[in-house]
């Protein structure tokens, strides 16, 4: 450089200053416009601002897209209007409105504002905003009011009272042409009671039932607690927006050309949108799905079923999809009254009135006295319970919601004479057609003889067959599904038969002989793994596929509850970082679960191994520690229970072909009641290293122990090291020896030394934080799952510091690890500790 003559480099440093100043400008004014092919940028570098073509179109638009996810375009302007060639110019006009001029000067698109202002500025803000400012910086047009397809946070979309606006999304019409597709998203606020609802044209596809003050029935307005909902009814604008509570989080709602509604959030580690959430979910979510007077109950075969009081609208459609009509009519006169139908989306708000002051009471005396009026329910936008809402028509689009959340209970009117024999639930399984009572009672007459011997005979086979098979008394089905074929299951053939491993689960239920078959009689080599309840086998199928076999032990005479547990349990959920159960088999003695096959075994087989430990390098351990903490979130807050694992630990975590991870082994999970939020035992199992301190000497457990046993498993992934059998200077176990890293600045020590690639150190040093987080002493210092994912999710977020973890101090008699022996039944506070040994 210094050989370089002075001028050269003065001329090089304005320059690159001036490169600079042009990257970094995020306005235009009257004197300064932008060609195709310059942009504007944010002040944070969150926005660009410029011309784009979509996909495969030439077509080019003027847009805005995220700085880091260019090809996510938030907002188009000429979305209608699109310019042929790359002529485009942004500018301000003398009238001081944002023009698009083309070639031939042309106006493509402007803001349109009708009264001319001086020196406005338009700037694009770090929140994707577009605003046009005049000089007093008061936003004189913003493009914010006028949304493409996708809601961005802090956006608007709603009701302008003053000028009559309304801001709502508008789907692309393909990939490569942002113009107005056949779909929109708006905030409906028919009778002041706002929902969210999709429409292809003026047809509703989807609605999210009406807000009670908190919620949106029926469509969690928080899939995740990422973020929240925001309300704002006032003079001037009735309208929502919604904003992540960590507010570097990148994320928005986008209307898909298809017309979903979708929360997507933005990954930074592998630079792509992950879907949170979207709309409908289900096919109980696409708008009246069941036809009128029906519920959707997505848990539930069929899903359609006639609200009380109905019967399905179709003779030959008994799944009453296409609508129910009434069994009996309405009589007035006489005195009807009302069912109670609870837990609902409650119908949609077609042919409604609402009187904000009533009270519940006065609603339905005011409901009774007026004959066309068909339900009511205390309802008003505030969600403080009083308001009066009545329907007159067909009711339509009810929604069955398991959560309590956002939920709502309606009163259906019904004759006085199915008062007395339909219960509160408000639904009724089709029945018989009116007409044919007088036939029916015939029928009886004739049937009941029959069936009483029928059911005398089979209660005589039953008894005879259960004695056969000195069964433990279980209500199963015993069924031999091997159907003559000899070397294994078929899977499609069990499921046509219907039958299924228990009362409340439907699974398949496999022969022995079968599970024999696919296993080479459970060949010593085709031996998978052993639990604490039985041995797993690889298996074969007819077709080839492979599957897990998990046989309980004869011997032990221990785990069928556990078993029965882990079946009724798992076959109810579904994530993919959980493992799939597929079936089971109940033969004489035998127990066996079936499971899909995990070609890479459990995660203890690599991590723990000095040679497979490489194979495991930081991406992949990263991938496996979101994908666990994935599996959990849905577990505590997602799945239609709430389930407390209660023995998650490395050989629980299995490892498909790709390395993801499923969590496995539901033996011992239990489920929470809504509202439980913790739960004592005198029974406690567990695994030595992975249990809370409150769960393992006082039996409580709740969704804080199951954190506790991922946070040890996060230091055990990142560390490579196992939580227990392991002391170096003064560190009881790898929770103290994390803990005197931790504190001494050494935290990068932690860090499994057998991997070279060091790069990803800062983030693993985050995951060393949060794994400490976890592993609290007490429940309440250690975040809830949801926090954990947000925590990892989300680099920019600044975590809280850990205060020293539990079971780290050197002389601590209380602690777990100070128990003489790995394996073992103890007494501690009267509870019986069944501690199981971690491999
Ligand atoms: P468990 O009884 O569920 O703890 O399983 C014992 C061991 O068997 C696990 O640690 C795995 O190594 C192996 N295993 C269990 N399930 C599967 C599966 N679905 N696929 C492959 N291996 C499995």
Known sequence: MGSLPFSYCFSSFILFASINLLLAADNITQEVSIQDGETLISSAQRFELGFFSPGNSTKRYLGIWYKKSPETIVWVANRNNPILDSSGVLTISENGNLVLLSKAKNIVWSSNISVKVENTVARLLDTGNFVLMDASENYRWQSFDYPSDIQLPGMKLGWNLKTGLERYLTSWKTADDPSSGDF????????????????????????????????????????????????????????????????????????TQSGMKQWQIWNERSNKWDLVYSAPEDVCGNYGHCGANSVCSINKTPICECLNGFESNSKFNQTSSQGCVRRLPLDCEEGDGFIKVDNVKVPDLVDVSLNESMSLKECEAKCLSNCSCKAYTDFNATGDGSGCLMW???????????????????????????????????????????????????LWMIVTPILSLAVVTLGFLIHHVRRKHRRKGEDLLLFDMHLGQKSGLELTEEKKLGKNCGNEVKLPLFSFASVCAATDNFL???????????????????????????????????????????????????????????????EQDEKILI???????????????????????????????????????????????????????????????????????FGIARIFRENELQANTRRIVGTYGYMSPEYALEGIFSTKSDVFSFGVLLLEIVSGKKSTGFYQNESPNLLGYAWNMWTSDKGSELLDPELEDQSSMILLLRYV?????????????????????????????????????????VRNSRSVNSYSSKSEKCTVNNVTLTILEAR
């Open 769 to 809: 934080n949060v794994g400490l987080l976890c592993v609290q002493e007490s429940a309440k210092d250690r975040p809830s799952m949801t926090e954990v994912v947000s925590m990892l999710m989300n680099q920019a977020a600044i975590l809280p510091s850990p205060k020293q973890p539990a079971f780290s101090y």
């Open 595 to 665: 499971y899909e096959y995990m070609p890479n075994k459990s995660l203890d087989f690599f991590l723990f191994d000095s040679s497979k430990r490489k194979l495991l390098d930081w991406k992949t351990r990263i991938r496996i520690i979101e994908g666990i903490a994935q599996g959990l979130l849905y577990l505590h807050e997602f799945s239609t229970m709430r389930i407390i694992h209660r023995d998650l630990k490395v050989s629980n975590i299995l490892l498909d072909r790709d390395m993801n991870p499923k969590i496995s082994d």
């Open 184 to 255: 929109t998203f708006r905030f409906n606020i028919n009778y002041l009671l706002p929902e969210l609802v999709i429409y292809r044209g003026s047809t509703k596809i989807a609605r999210s039932g009406p807000w009670n003050g908190v919620y949106f029935g029926g469509i969690p307005t928080n899939p995740n607690l990422i973020f929240e909902m925001i309300l704002v009814h006032n003079e001037a604008e009735f309208s929502y927006w919604y904003q992540p509570f960590n507010d570097p989080l990148v994320m928005l709602v986008k209307l």
């Open 524 to 586: 010593a080599t085709n031996k998978l793994g052993e639990g604490g309840f039985g041995t797993v086998y690889k298996g074969t199928l007819l077709k080839g596929d492979q599957i897990a076999v998990k046989r309980l032990s004869r011997r032990s005479g221990q785990g069928w509850e556990e078993l029965k547990n882990e079946a009724m349990l798992i076959a109810k959920l579904q994530h993919k970082n959980l493992v799939r159960l597929l079936g089971c088999c109940i």
């Open 392 to 442: 007159f028509g067909d009711l339509i689009d009810i929604r069955k919601l398991v959560e309590n959340k956002g939920t709502q209970d309606f009163y259906l009117r019904v004759p006085a004479s199915e008062l007395k024999t339909n219960s509160s639930n408000g639904t009724s399984m089709d029945t018989e057609d009116k007409k044919n009572k007088g036939n029916r009672k015939l």
